[in-house]
Nanobody
């Protein structure tokens, strides 16, 4: 089992920045890829970003490319999502997830095995 706890969400004005953190505990050695997903009110959960175990490979949704940066500190078992130039449409609950492979297109769980409970990000206009 892997436990994931997100933090860093909050209220920010458009154009501002936030950094989300996800602390992993448990059998973290079995988790290769870490990812961030989000779910806006009334919408399905969507992929935001993912990073491989080594950090050498990163992936982003088109909607956040150039604005968001995913990174990880394996010594701290923590993954981060730096969000800059935030827009009102970025408002959502952000979830951290872990899995043995890169997230796929399965809209159910995107192939990820473990999920956190989420942290709310609200961007005001």
């Amino acid at each position: 089992q892997v436990q994931l706890v997100e933090s860093g969400g909050g209220l920010v004005q458009a154009g501002g920045s936030l950094r989300l953190s996800c602390a992993a505990s448990g059998r973290t050695f079995i988790s290769n890829y870490m990812g961030w997903f989000r779910q806006a009110p009334g919408k399905e959960r969507e992929f935001v970003a993912a990073i491989s175990w080594s950090g050498s490979s990163t992936y982003y949704a088109d909607s956040v490319k150039g604005r968001f940066t995913i990174s990880r500190d394996n010594a701290k078992n923590t993954v981060y999502l730096q969000m800059n130039s935030l827009k009102p449409e970025d408002t959502a609950v952000y979830y951290c997830a872990a899995g043995r492979s890169r997230p796929n297109s399965d809209p159910g769980n995107y192939g990820m095995s473990y999920w956190g409970k989420g942290t709310l990000v609200t961007v005001s206009s």
